[in-house]
């Protein structure tokens, strides 16, 4: 490395030093990184005043993550980030339809098992009563039986448990284990759309861009086995708002499962008044059994 001239000369000083990494694959990333990163700088002319700024920002984004709120999954996602990321490396290399999806910023890890069919509202939990059923298929069609699944979805209220002391520890969590059918069946209450947190950075973003915060109603899955890969999906229901604006830009047709109002009293439970039914099919795919890092405790 020379002694820097001029502005012409950091980036290809910069490429030199990163060329010396050691791990092939690090390398690349580095390389690329730098190369796009200094192509930004250069193609809006970055202010001294506007790079102060944008470290403030990132310094500000990690002091808002907490055990229970993850900024940075937050921006990515409202970005597009996330979902360009899923695409590009789900259905054949993004070539095909595909059934995974977001992690979103609240997944947590052991929630409570919960039998087949079970409940998994665990406090009062105020809203229509929603009997949902997933199928999953392995890429010939064919039910997987002992797949270890995660559901959890936010309250009426728009907010999950973690971000509401009013609701008990897990509620509207829980990890079910699919039988021969490939199926896990579990009662809720109906979820609905809500708004992304806006008291931090990604909500000034949002209001700067004229953005509304807002998510359509969804319930999440992680369904793991040895042998699949983890699949990690939203399943969007098709009676919400906000499906063709989703501030995180998450939903493709392969996600959009059918939400069905009834009247009639249910066969089991009898007069409950209006209540709903949610099917959705999800497709696993060949490849590693591993789970994410959660973004929270």
Not at 227 to 250: A, M, P, R
Not at 263 to 271: I, K, T, Y
Request: charged share 20%.
């Amino acid at each position: 490395m020379t002694i820097i001239e001029n502005q012409a000369a950091v980036t290809p000083a910069v490429l030199e030093v990163m060329r010396r990494t050691g791990d092939p694959r690090l390398r690349e990333i580095m390389e690329s990184l730098v190369t796009h990163l200094h192509a930004f700088v250069r193609e809006v002319r970055l202010s001294e005043a506007e790079f102060q700024q944008a470290t403030r920002l990132l310094n500000t984004m990690g002091q808002q993550t907490t055990e229970s709120h993850n900024e940075f999954v937050l921006m990515a996602g409202s970005l597009g980030v996330s979902s360009l990321v899923c695409l590009l490396n789900n259905g054949d290399g993004g070539t095909t339809e595909t059934t995974q999806s977001l992690l979103g910023p609240f997944w947590r890890m052991h929630q409570p098992v919960t039998a087949q069919g079970g409940s998994i509202v665990r406090s009062d939990t105020p809203g229509p009563r929603l009997y949902a059923e997933f199928s999953f298929v392995d890429p010939e069609g064919a039910p997987v039986e002992g797949l270890e699944v995660d559901i959890w979805h936010a309250s009426p209220t728009g907010l999950y448990e973690n971000q509401d002391e009013s609701q008990a520890d897990h509620n509207l969590r829980g990890k079910f284990l699919t039988g021969p059918d490939g199926t896990v069946r579990f009662r809720s209450v109906r979820p609905i759309g809500y708004p992304i947190p806006t008291q931090t950075t990604v909500g000034k973003l949002l209001a700067a861009q004229n953005r509304h915060p807002y998510r359509p109603a969804h319930v999440h899955v992680l369904a793991f086995k040895e042998g699949y890969k983890t699949l990690i999906n939203q399943t969007y229901v098709d009676e919400t708002e906000y499906l063709t604006s989703d501030v995180q830009f998450g939903v493709t047709p392969a996600l959009v499962g059918h939400l069905e109002r009834h009247s009639e009293p249910h066969p089991e439970d009898g007069e409950i008044g209006a209540w709903y039914t949610l099917a959705h099919r999800l497709h696993l795919e060949h490849g590693e059994a591993r789970l994410p890092i959660p973004p929270i405790r």
